[in-house]
């Protein structure tokens, strides 16, 4: 079983990205588990969502520990481990991050920057940056196709489809070494 954290703030897209990522991985024939906890309802506090990801139906109902891999909507929550956590051994961090250094202690695992902020304003979408982070999350792991991706975020988008489309493309294309973004 594949178990993924997403950290953000209210207002970033944490938990509808959780939902589009368990979408993509759906399309793909696998079985998802993806929920989201919370504190207070308002825009800018801590947000954590869980996936699940396997081959058979998942069971189990517990929040995730030590994920395999995590997001991170916004790099100033690395700055407290106890909210980001440990990676799984031979794990990937995705972080929406410019270049400069990370907040927090040295981190395990690959870490994977993007600069989901500058990616999000250029297509319009503002402070959600979830669907660029999707997008490097899959190309940097190569753990869901782009065109599920794609397919899921146009479906799962609330709002400004084809601008989220386009950023998760763009995320997708800077994680995987494709293209240079925010430089």
Same mark, same amino acid.
């Given at each position: 079983m594949l178990e993924i954290r997403i950290h953000g703030r209210g207002g970033q897209g944490a938990q509808v990205g959780c939902q589009i990522l368990a979408e993509a991985f759906f399309r793909a024939g696998l079985w998802v588990q993806a929920f989201a906890a919370y504190g207070g309802e308002r825009r800018g506090a801590p947000v954590t969502a869980f996936l699940r990801i396997d081959?058979?139906?998942?069971?189990i109902r517990c929040d995730i520990e030590q994920p395999h891999h995590a997001l991170?909507?916004?790099?100033? &929550?690395? =700055?407290e481990p106890a909210l980001t956590g440990p990676l799984r051994p031979g794990g990937v961090l995705v972080v929406n991050s410019p270049e400069g250094p990370l907040p927090g202690p040295p981190r395990a695992g690959r870490v994977v920057r993007v600069d989901a902020t500058a990616i999000a304003q250029a297509h319009g979408l503002g402070a959600i940056v979830a669907t660029a982070v999707l997008g490097a999350f899959a190309g940097a792991t190569g &753990?869901? =196709?782009?065109e599920d991706l794609r397919a899921?975020?146009?479906?799962?988008?609330?709002?400004?489809r084809r601008e989220n489309v386009e950023a998760c493309a763009e995320g997708y294309l800077a994680a995987a070494g494709l293209a240079r973004v925010g430089a």
């Amino acid at each position: 079983m594949l178990e993924i954290r997403i950290h953000g703030r209210g207002g970033q897209g944490a938990q509808v990205g959780c939902q589009i990522l368990a979408e993509a991985f759906f399309r793909a024939g696998l079985w998802v588990q993806a929920f989201a906890a919370y504190g207070g309802e308002r825009r800018g506090a801590p947000v954590t969502a869980f996936l699940r990801i396997d081959d058979r139906p998942i069971r189990i109902r517990c929040d995730i520990e030590q994920p395999h891999h995590a997001l991170v909507l916004d790099r100033t &929550l690395l =700055a407290e481990p106890a909210l980001t956590g440990p990676l799984r051994p031979g794990g990937v961090l995705v972080v929406n991050s410019p270049e400069g250094p990370l907040p927090g202690p040295p981190r395990a695992g690959r870490v994977v920057r993007v600069d989901a902020t500058a990616i999000a304003q250029a297509h319009g979408l503002g402070a959600i940056v979830a669907t660029a982070v999707l997008g490097a999350f899959a190309g940097a792991t190569g &753990l869901v =196709a782009l065109e599920d991706l794609r397919a899921a975020v146009e479906q799962g988008s609330p709002a400004r489809r084809r601008e989220n489309v386009e950023a998760c493309a763009e995320g997708y294309l800077a994680a995987a070494g494709l293209a240079r973004v925010g430089a």
